[in-house]
T-cell receptor
Framework: EAQVTQNPRYLITVTGKKLTVTCSQNMNHEYMSWYRQDPGLGLRQIYYSMNVEVTDKGDVPEGYKVSRKEKRNFPLILESPSPNQTSLYFC??????????????FGPGTRLLVL | DQQVKQNSPSLSVQEGRISILNCDYT??????FLWYKKYPAEGPTFLISISSIKDKNEDGRFTVFLNKSAKHLSLHIVPSQPGDSAVYFCAAPRGANNLFFGTGTRLTVIP
């Protein structure tokens, strides 16, 4: 089954404790992104990747890191989480560029609470 | 800067009736619009799209209308079914690999 998976689905952590949210897709997609969803703000892109070892900032990259060492995986790293990073996070992948109207396939989401 | 706006946070309709979800945008250069649907505890899934060279696109019970002069698009669901209850996001391409998303409209279809 074609899908994007994220782990963990739910996470409660404390300020400053490094964490990683994993994302994996099995569709051989070139393009991957991370979004966060906050009430009243819709989805906002954090980082995206256009290929292995090629990543770039989205709209809200502060406090986040990403890596793309393999085509299928795109982990999101919070080196020192803060309460304002409490949010719902989605990983997405696509065959082509979202800017060209290409459909993005989203993971199920990771709900993060930073205390 | 909210370039794609969904001004109605929620909408309730009776099963079998028409649901109309609205979206306004500010940038006349957008050349593509998409609608995504999201169920609780799941990620958004693509529903339907429309190119700016068209004013209508239909897929089964779902039709999207685009009014470029008004910078407005709408998603019509006819007939509405309880399984359509979800949050609907409109979106427009932004940059190379990004989208402007609206804030979403929660549709509840009452059996």
């Amino acid at each position: 089954e074609a899908q994007v998976t994220q782990n963990p689905r739910y996470l409660i952590t404390v300020t400053g404790k490094k964490l990683t949210v994993t994302c994996s897709q099995n569709m051989n997609h070139e393009y991957m992104s991370w979004y966060r969803q906050d009430p009243g703000l819709g989805l906002r892109q954090i980082y995206y990747s256009m290929n292995v070892e090629v990543t770039d900032k989205g709209d809200v990259p502060e406090g986040y890191k990403v890596s793309r060492k393999e085509k299928r995986n795109f982990p999101l790293i919070l080196e020192s989480p803060s309460p304002n990073q409490t949010s719902l996070y989605f990983c997405a992948s696509s065959l082509g560029l979202a800017g060209d109207g290409e459909t993005q396939y989203f993971g199920p989401g990771t709900r993060l609470l930073v205390l | 800067d909210q370039q794609v706006k969904q001004n109605s946070p929620s909408l309730s309709v009776q099963e079998g009736r028409i649901s109309i979800l609205n979206c306004d945008y500010t940038n006349s250069m957008f050349d593509y619009f998409l609608w995504y649907k999201k169920y609780p505890a799941e990620g958004p899934t693509f529903l339907i799209s429309i190119s700016s060279i068209k004013d209508k696109n239909e897929d089964g019970r779902f039709t999207v209308f685009l009014n470029k002069s008004a910078k407005h698009l709408s998603l019509h669901i006819v007939p509405s079914q309880p399984g359509d209850s979800a949050v609907y996001f409109c979106a427009a391409p932004r940059g190379a690999n990004n989208l402007f998303f609206g804030t979403g409209t929660r549709l509840t279809v009452i059996p």
